[in-house]
């Protein structure tokens, strides 16, 4: 029997609504899709950028959620 191999970038049931660099930034944009209502968490993955490995940081929400976390981040983005 083969056991299934989760995959580093499966969050399950949630969807990445934004993608940072630094545990901060995540921490930020958590807090302010909480503050407006948003339920959200953070994930970390490794990813591959000019040849070196590093974290980044995927702030996840529940699916229908995705679209209030688009609408809140964009009027918070320049």
Excluded: C, Q
Aim: aromatic share 8%; hydrophobic share 40%; glycine share 4%.
């Amino acid at each position: 029997m083969k056991l299934a191999t989760r995959h580093e970038d499966d969050f399950g049931l949630l969807v990445a609504a934004a993608t940072v660099y630094d545990a901060r930034s995540a921490r930020e944009v958590r807090n302010l899709l909480r503050t407006s209502g948003v339920r959200a968490t953070t994930g970390r993955v490794r990813i591959h950028r000019w040849r070196n490995l590093r974290d980044s940081f995927k702030i996840l929400v529940f699916p229908e959620d995705a679209v209030r976390a688009y609408d809140v981040l964009s009027r918070h983005t320049t």
